[in-house]
């Protein structure tokens, strides 16, 4: 992409400028980012694989190498090839610009010869002090998904930023440089574990950012790094948090928590409330708190469109008579049915509008799923003094109970006795099938 204006044009001669990496940084990124491992076996034998000296000492899970001194981690499996890939940044000050240059480093150890590391720059984000962001990058093979499939053999010019440039190093390499409007909006030498980019970013332009850092909650730190917009919603919060010296070690729970509170329509401003002592515990109460009242809710919703559609059935006359005498025509010789188990009575129900008064008074769906319509099933219901238990689907093809229901769909009390009396009674039922 050709430059079109200005800073374009700065960043990009400025880019050419920029020193290749120097042999401290090289060294520096070999010592953190490449894995350095010891072999270990049975003979009590060490090889490292940074030079490929070997000696032998009791077993140890990190040793140090008596030839090249570098630590590395023991492995006792039976590989002997390594590959590993990894990103770095360095961090530097150009011209007044603040730049984070991004290398990919690809490590290779294998038995017998000295390790080998291959480094190149994929791509370079150039920082104005009002936060405006220019990306030098080399192109990408358009075909790949993975973050390290960079066209080595195009250049570093300007481009577009895309996912590939969304990479968060690995660690930061060399000695850093930032500019003045970095350090004086808090930054303090460390990036806490942020990607530089985005915390040089946030600090030049988010001043909540900047009051975090300076406060050191460096969890609620690199939190706000991914959830901006949830830092923003509770800020009134964060702030009373703050001045309380309230230390936010696990954000994502306490977030949690504020947002359960202000479900439940709770004082977000309350210390007592949003600041407790034992966070896992006020968190799991509140949260159970939560729930209870979204099903609440969620079941008065549930009830409100059953409602509205019963209405609207209801409403529709003409077809309420229609399937009143369909369903007269289809079960009515069963209607005279009736089973007694001391105070159960079990009856078919005999009309649409039962199905309606039953859904209802049960709050399920034996009218909302229209089994009056079913032609294959008997739908009966268990009345004690005069008042529904439970609904009783009785499949009328091979005489099982398909379900049996109480209110909320839960399992009625009586449950057994009204299965056993349907069932005790099945041939009454198949005399009537065959009438
Ligand atoms: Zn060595």
Known sequence: MKPKNKLQREVLKLSQSLPELNDYQRKDAIKKVAPHIAKYNSKKEYVCLDC???WTGDEAKSVVCPHCHVQLKVDKSRKWNYCDKAYFAIVAKWQGFQVIRMFFMQTNLRKGREASYWISEAFQRWLRPDAKCTIISRARHWLSHYCDCWNWDSDLELRNEHYGHTIIPYKVVGHSSVIPEIKRNGYDGDFHKCSPYTLFKMLLTDNRVETILKVKQYHLLRYAMAYSHTISRYWASI?????????????????????ALEYLEKDLRNPQLILPKDLKKSHDEWMAKKRAKEEREERRRQRERELNEEQRYLENLKRVAKDEAAYKKAKSKFFDLEFVDNEIVIKPLTSVKEFVEEGHLMHHCVFSNQYFKKNDVLIFHALVSNVSVATIELSLENMMIVQCRGVHNSKPEQYDRIVNTIQSNIPKIRQKIAS
């Open 52 to 54: 490929g000296h070997s």
């Open 239 to 259: 702030k009373i948090a703050l001045r309380h010296k309230y230390q936010i070690n696990d954000p994502s729970m306490w977030f949690d928590l504020l947002n």
